[in-house]
């Protein structure tokens, strides 16, 4: 992984929201899944606490098998998604790097990233008997339709009155604008990093990118994650003005799609560096307002926002995934791509097999898809996984 | 008296083309769960439920991973190898991220069209209802392009008495089953369902009522072994009633998607089709499927179990069917709580080998008798 200075700042932000987080006395607290619209939290002065992000935290410091055993002792079997059964397993044991989340006092779910999510907090609600609001974002098998925006919109009138009845105040519209335009600004910085990607060789890789979308998920929306991506692209920038590449001798240059394996990173930092290949693409990364597969209305912010919701990855038809992932190979000027077929996430690698089929055949380039999770190290092979991977890297063209 | 069922069962591919020639109708394939077969009908189709089968897995592996359910890669499998050549065109919902996701593997790997019921998963009845008069709009359109006939009050209507009739009498028959345990085999009783996913709806109708009233007609046997309920989304593999048979429990009641869940839901509204789906897909039996917060899973199945005289329960579970799985936990906790054992037994569709099924299904029944 490429050593930026913007990683010591942004340690300290994080830092700095978990323990306002953990130790909040006056405000309330409300879990969220990585795509629902925090923006209202936000403008309503409620803390966002992710569940996610949390989990991912707990395999990156390799903490994870030990919390799902917990969850799995109490019956969740080892067939759900492995985020959710790790944060079952810190919520019971108040396990994992802080000691488990602060207790929500609400719920917000929104199913553009899976239908899983929904499952996951109704648990937590019964658990600790809060509210949950679901916030529907369907699949959007055909496109971005007018239907489907309003139906989103529609839930957004109906979520600022479920906030404005919790906290007993009006619903603060006008810091709900400020907000938004915070969150732009920052995912504006973020899409012009992440676009740097496209130089040769690129100045940072996917894994780097793993890491730094934490503010973008939990912080969005404050002047705070406006100033770090703002120091990140500088930074970045620079190294891409220099033509620093992130690796020695970039070889080859591929998209990674699907979440990381968390508990593997450093592993496969080195692995890939010392293949000469070089991961500058990631639907992952590119969720959070990065690069959209889909043009947004930036003239109605309700509206923006509702089809910037929509519009995740993991929610498009596969019309749109291939034609989207093409995109991304054509723009990165990429050698090919790896699909990792995730055992915990459904929506994401249900299909994938014949994705890589079609975006082999469309753009020519290999496309190779191994077989792990994100979260389960129990459920993971390092030799099958690097098998596969050299016998991909050895089928590609080099870039240069 | 249930030989023609299990005739159907074992023949069921001829069974559907027997009567697509004989109806002319185009056959449409159901995917699980609650698409309402009377739109169908309505249309001018042919429905035949799919709620996956016992092939071999061998091609669907190549789309689907080890990871996805039995149910889908069945399905699949069968399309792939042309086991589903009948099926003109195939019918969606969206009660799981493996479904969503295979439908879009069917648009990508086949030429025949598929349409979606997308199920809302807001709390906001306002918007669900009007997000779900779009989406009713697109899949009776997309009906109606494959049948080449137009839904109309009159169609919609006797559409809808059919399934009411069908429904009712399903109901009955649950109701025999839990009134006279012992009465009807587990095996039996399950095959009677099954044959109603292949059979046009009248004919079937007409094998349940002639059923019933043989059966009304029987004393319940004397018997005091024990009576169980069963939950899950699909109740196959059907084989794995005789096991039940065996030790002789009577499965007094269960809380099937296609089962119990589909048979308990009421007249279709066929003045007002968008109140129709939306009553239909969301009342009266909630499903680990549909977010539905007016409803509380726990409280139902609790009153559920009760009301059956069911002294233990078995969540019958389709290995990887996370919707079923998140809600386990809690539930079995909070049965047990009431003093009502209960227990879960992974199956996959597509086993065969029931040695471990079996042991466990033992072992949960002499439980109870102890
Ligand atoms: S990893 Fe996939 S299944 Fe799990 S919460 Fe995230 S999107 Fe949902
Ligand atoms: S069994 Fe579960 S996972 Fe499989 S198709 Fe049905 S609902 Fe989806």
């Known amino acids: ?400 | 008296m249930f030989d023609q069922f299990h005739n159907v069962i074992s023949n069921v591919s001829e069974t559907i083309s027997t009567y697509e020639d004989q109806l002319g109708k185009p056959v449409i394939g159901v995917m699980p769960a609650y698409f309402p077969m009377e739109l169908i009908d309505a249309a001018g189709g042919y429905p035949v439920q799919l709620w996956g089968n016992n092939m071999p897995l061998q091609m669907a592996d190549t789309y689907l991973q080890s990871y996805c359910c039995t149910v889908a890669r069945s399905v699949l499998e069968l399309e792939m190898k042309g086991g589903a050549n009948m099926v003109k065109a195939y019918a969606f919902t969206s009660i799981c991220d493996t479904l969503i996701n295979l439908r879009e593997i069917y648009r990508r790997l086949f030429d025949k069209p598929t349409f979606e019921l997308a199920i809302p998963s807001t709390q906001t009845a306002q918007a669900r209802r009007k997000y779900l008069k779009d989406i009713v709009d697109s899949v009776t359109n997309g009906l109606e392009n494959v049948t080449g006939k137009k839904i109309t009050q009159k169609s919609l209507k006797e559409a809808s008495e059919i399934y009411a009739r069908s429904r009712e009498l399903h109901r009955k028959l649950y109701d025999i089953r839990q009134t006279k345990p012992g009465l009807i085999k587990n095996y039996d009783f399950y095959a009677a369902l099954k044959a109603g996913f292949f059979l046009p709806r009248t004919e079937h109708n007409d094998m349940l009522q002639s059923l019933i009233q043989k059966l009304e007609e029987l004393a319940a046997p004397t018997s005091n072994r024990p009576k169980i309920l069963m939950s899950g989304m699909v109740f196959d593999p059907i084989q794995t009633y005789k096991i039940f048979d065996e030790i002789d429990v009577h499965i007094v009641d269960d809380d099937f998607a296609n089962g119990w869940r589909t048979a308990s839901k009421s007249e279709f509204n066929y003045e007002d089709i968008y109140e129709g789906v939306t009553e239909y897909i969301f009342n009266p039996s909630p499903c680990c499927c549909v977010y539905n917060p007016d409803i509380d899973r726990h409280d139902y199945l609790l009153k559920k179990v009760k009301s059956s005289g069911a002294q233990g329960v078995i969540f019958w579970y389709v290995k990887f069917c996370e919707p079923d799985a998140f809600d386990q936990p809690q539930l079995i906790a909070k049965l047990k709580q009431e003093g009502i054992p209960a227990t879960t037994i992974e199956i996959e569709l597509s086993m065969t080998n029931f040695d471990s099924v079996k042991t466990r299904i033992n072992a949960f029944c002499e439980m109870l008798e102890e």
């Open chain 1, 1 to 400: 992984m490429t050593d930026f200075k913007s990683i010591s700042k942004m340690k300290e932000i994080m830092t700095e929201y978990y323990v306002e987080a953990k130790t909040t006395k006056e405000k309330p607290i409300a879990w969220l899944t990585s795509g629902a619209p925090v923006d209202f939290v936000n403008a309503m002065d409620i803390i966002p606490v992710y569940p996610e992000n949390y989990a991912a935290m707990c395999a990156a410091s390799h903490q994870s098998v030990e919390l799902m055993e917990i969850a799995e002792k109490e019956g969740f079997s080892q067939d759900i998604c492995a985020y959710a059964r790790t944060d079952f397993g810190a919520d019971i044991s108040q396990g994992g790097p802080i000691q488990g989340l602060p207790k929500p006092d609400m719920l917000i779910a929104s199913t553009n990233i899976c239908k899983t999510v929904t499952k996951w907090y109704q648990v937590i609600a019964r658990k600790y008997n809060v509210p949950l609001f679901v916030v529907d974002t369907p699949f959007l098998h055909d496109g971005m339709t007018n239907e489907l925006v309003n139906y989103t919109m529609t839930q957004f009138k109906d979520l600022e009155n479920f906030l404005a009845d919790f906290t007993k105040r009006p619903f603060a519209h006008e810091r709900l604008e400020e907000i938004i335009m915070l969150g732009l600004e920052a995912s504006s910085y973020w899409k012009k990093m992440l676009s740097l990607g496209k130089t040769i060789p690129s100045p940072f890789n996917s894994l780097d990118t793993f890491i730094h979308l934490a503010p973008i998920v939990v912080l969005r929306g404050t002047q705070k994650c406006v100033d770090y991506y703002k120091m990140l692209y500088e930074e970045v920038a620079e190294f891409a003005e220099k033509k620093i590449g992130s690796i020695p001798d970039e070889k080859y240059r591929v998209l990674w799609d699907n979440l990381p394996i968390w508990f593997k990173m450093r592993r496969n930092s080195e692995f890939f560096e010392e293949k000469k290949c070089s991961l500058v693409a990631a639907t992952y990364s590119n969720s959070w307002g990065g690069l959209d597969a889909f043009e947004l209305d930036t003239k109605d912010p309700y509206r923006g926002l509702a089809q910037s919701y929509l519009g995740a990855y993991i929610n498009i038809g596969f019309e749109d995934r291939i034609r989207y992932l093409s995109k991304l190979i054509n723009e990165f000027s990429l050698t090919g791509f790896i699909m990792h077929s995730n055992r915990s996430c459904k929506p994401y690698s249900v299909g994938m097999y014949r994705l890589q089929e079609e975006v082999s055949k469309l753009t020519g380039k290999p496309g190779v898809v191994i077989e792990a999770d994100q979260n389960d190290p129990r459920v993971y092979s390092d030799a099958q996984v690097e098998t596969r991977l050299e016998a991909f890297i050895e089928s590609m063209e080099s870039v240069n």
